[in-house]
């Protein structure tokens, strides 16, 4: 198996489509399909169940995706500790479903101002590590949405998002102004995988650990989320404010607090690349709110 290939299969996994994964990995879907194809031949079992809405793994396809996913993840490892080694100028900013993009272009185009010689890697994870990569020691600095557990995390608040409630189009709810989780109590919720952050798993559904949801699917991703709704009639929750595709609207949740868009570090962290892109951060922010 080549890292290429699993790389390209947890793609496919993580959007359940052989047409958004290509269009993810810049490529086009036949030479992805085949190359899909040829790593089911070469382990000798079915990883992917197809369909004309797309495509679901099988239990084997399920175990192979967890073992890319470490792998993907010692690699990113590996590649941090040579060019620390080699004293490269490199900084690692992880990311957790879109939050690169709500911090805007200007951060982006801020630091490579103040910092050209510096090179920046993106990491994208999913969510089941709300700290991206963070904890792990997979990234240098992280932009995320809080709560999640914080030992050994400093965290500053760049904007804070009220939830909403994403739901069907034609669902009776979607018309309110504005709902509570006593309003939702009857309804299918999506779920996160086993070992995701509790702190986070609570807030985003709305009930502590123990508690169980009914009977809703497992994301991973926003995306996942999304089409549960879509699909399934799953309830989810997201930072109001974004874009939604068709048939689906954000009606405002009354009783959970504002998720918090934070930049996060390890506090133990005293590099100057960090403190760079941290206050960098915090005051673009700043200005942002209070030019309206």
């Known amino acids: 198996m080549e890292l290429r290939t699993l790389r390209y299969f947890a793609a496919v996994v993580e959007e359940l489509h052989f047409g958004r994964a290509a269009e993810r990995l810049h490529m086009t879907q036949p030479p992805l399909s085949r190359a899909i194809k040829a790593l089911e031949n070469e382990l000798g079992v079915v990883l992917l169940e197809r369909s004309p809405a797309g495509v679901t793994p099988t239990a084997a396809g399920t175990a192979l995706y967890e073992e890319a996913r470490e792998i993907a993840e010692r690699v990113e490892l590996a590649r941090a500790r040579v060019a620390a080694a080699a004293g490269s100028a490199t900084i690692t900013v992880g990311s957790l479903a879109d939050s690169v993009e709500q911090t805007g272009v200007h951060l982006a185009e801020a630091y490579r101002r103040r910092h050209p010689g510096v090179a920046v890697r993106i990491r994208e994870t999913d969510f089941t590590d709300p700290t991206a990569g963070l904890a792990a020691g997979l990234v240098d ?20 998002d009220p939830v909403g409630v994403i739901l069907r189009s034609d669902d009776p709810l979607a018309g309110c102004e504005s709902l509570g989780f006593a309003e939702l109590a009857d309804r299918r919720w999506f779920r996160f995988p086993e070992g995701t952050d509790p702190v986070w798993r609570a807030y985003w559904t709305g009930a502590p650990d123990d508690v169980r949801r009914r ?38 949740l009354t009783d959970l607090p ?6 996060a570090w390890r506090s133990a962290d005293r590099s100057s ?18 030019g309206g």
């Open 141 to 160: 600095v992280a932009l995320t949405r809080a709560p999640f557990t914080t030992t050994g995390i400093s965290t500053r608040v760049l904007r804070s």
């Open 215 to 252: 009977g809703g699917p497992v994301v991973r991703t926003a995306g996942e989320c999304l089409r549960s709704v879509l699909w399934n009639g799953t309830v989810g929750l997201a930072p109001l404010g974004h874009a939604l595709p068709d048939g689906l609207t954000a009606v405002r």
């Open 258 to 263: 504002a998720s918090d868009l934070v930049i």
């Open 273 to 290: 690349l960090v403190e760079a892109f941290v206050r960098i951060a915090v005051a673009l922010h700043r200005r942002e709110d209070v």
